[in-house]
């Protein structure tokens, strides 16, 4: 993997507005785009919005847009274009020729992220994996040499000379990168054997929602937390003790919309941390406008991992920056979602479901932390009591 870096490259960002979509879900979509653009190092200097039914097959946008967009691309000295959608092989070919920069999908910037982020061996091989993955069936672009060392986002990792050289030595690659992982696997699965029957309980969500900071304050640990998308790659596990209740907490990467599938096989170790997890504590930014989209977004993922059965609790995180629009007595508009204020919230969150707990919190000002360390050991104390129904020296001392 290469990791060099060209800072300030300027990017410009593309999507489309769909029948049947909110202009302001648009706009969200564009803001999550943007945020994972300044992630991966390029600065967004403009978008384009395009309304249509379903992306062009040839161009993504209609032929006059691309136009328009080529000759702002020109104009501006713009390096990257960035389209929201993941773009088949033949339309990356035929945008690269119109707009003359470098062409980026959704899934490439989010691989190029996750190889910038990557900091063990072991995600490093994910990551190359599902990056080699990903250029395979697009080899047909003009890459100067593969494994060039050329800066830039997008550029991290493998390009391409002599086509079918190039696919055979890729998938060479990608079959001893899984044999790479298949070893590391093992060695994963016999190091969670050792650790013995302890409870586990897995923090799962959308990026950047919380997790780390709220591991950090649950296990007292130091986990990398910052206000970037994908600040955590690899699963981190520790062992947390509530009242005289030890279970095992781990933090893994977070969730995103489209998140790549070949990213999602590739992660699949990662994920075992889950898969294996006994309780689900899925936090949510519930300062974000987007957070019940979100949500769905963490549940499908579950149900990818064959893991929405689950004992689950509900974390809304962030209160202290919760903000909503206040309606006038007077207005008799229909409520919308942004509305509703916390209590409101509050309100049908803890009555929609009877089947999962739900606590709101601030893992930064620490409101309402003791009720969340209550509520995950009487939690915990379930699943260990199901299990260990003779066992009950470890919780004497309730909290
Ligand atoms: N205002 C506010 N900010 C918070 C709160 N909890 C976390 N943050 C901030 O949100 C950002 C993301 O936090 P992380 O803990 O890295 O989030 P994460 O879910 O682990 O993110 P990824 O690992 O990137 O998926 C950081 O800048 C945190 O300081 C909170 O309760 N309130
Ligand atoms: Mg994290």
Same mark, same amino acid.
């Given at each position: 993997m290469i990791e060099t870096k060209n800072p300030g490259e300027k990017a410009i960002l593309v999507g489309i507005f769909y029948p049947g979509q909110e202009e302001k879900e648009v706009i969200e979509y564009l803001d999550e785009l943007a945020f994972l653009t300044e992630t991966a190092g390029a600065e967004p200097v403009k978008r384009f919005i395009q309304k249509l039914d379903s992306p062009n097959p040839r161009t993504f946008t209609g032929a006059g847009k691309i136009e328009e967009i080529a000759s702002f691309v020109s104009e501006n000295k713009i390096d990257i274009a960035i389209f929201d959608d993941e773009l088949s092989p033949s339309q990356l070919r035929n945008i690269e020729k119109v707009l003359g920069c470098r062409i980026l999908d959704r899934t490439n910037l989010i691989l190029d992220i996750f190889a910038g982020r990557a900091r063990t061996s072991y995600a490093r091989t994910q990551v190359e994996l599902a990056q080699y993955q990903y250029l395979l069936p697009r080899l047909t672009r003009m890459w100067t040499h593969l494994e060039r060392q050329r800066g830039g986002i997008g550029l991290r990792g493998p390009g391409e000379t002599e086509i079918e050289t190039d696919r055979r030595i890729i998938r060479d690659k990608i079959s001893k990168l899984k044999e790479q992982l298949k070893k590391i696997d093992i060695q994963m699965t016999i190091q969670r054997k050792n650790r013995g029957k302890m409870v586990r309980v897995a923090l799962v969500g959308y990026t950047n929602v919380g997790k780390s900071t709220i591991m950090n304050l649950l296990s007292k640990s130091d986990v990398f937390a910052e206000n970037k998308l994908f600040a955590t790659l690899d699963t981190t596990v520790r062992k947390v003790v509530i009242g005289n209740l030890p279970f095992l907490l781990s933090d893994t990467v977070g969730f995103i919309r489209k998140l790549p599938h070949d990213l999602v096989e590739s992660f699949k170790s990662t994920l075992d941390e889950v898969r294996e997890a006994d309780l689900l504590v899925h936090i949510v930014d519930?300062?974000?406008?987007?957070f019940e989209e979100q949500i769905n977004v963490v549940n499908e993922t579950l149900r990818e991992l064959r893991s929405s059965n689950k004992p689950t609790l509900i974390i809304f995180n962030k209160i202290d920056i919760f903000s909503y629009t206040r309606k006038d007595? +007077? +207005?008799?508009t229909p409520v919308k979602k942004?509305?509703?204020s916390l209590a409101d919230l509050k309100k049908t969150w803890m009555a929609s479901d009877k089947n999962f707990r739900t606590v709101f919190i601030s893992a930064k000002t620490k409101e309402n932390i003791d009720d969340l360390r209550k509520i995950l050991y009487e939690e915990v104390k379930k699943i260990h009591v199901r299990r260990y129904p003779f066992n009950d020296f470890l919780y004497k001392n309730e909290i």
């Open positions: 519930i300062s974000h406008p987007g007595e +007077d +207005d008799l942004e509305n509703y």
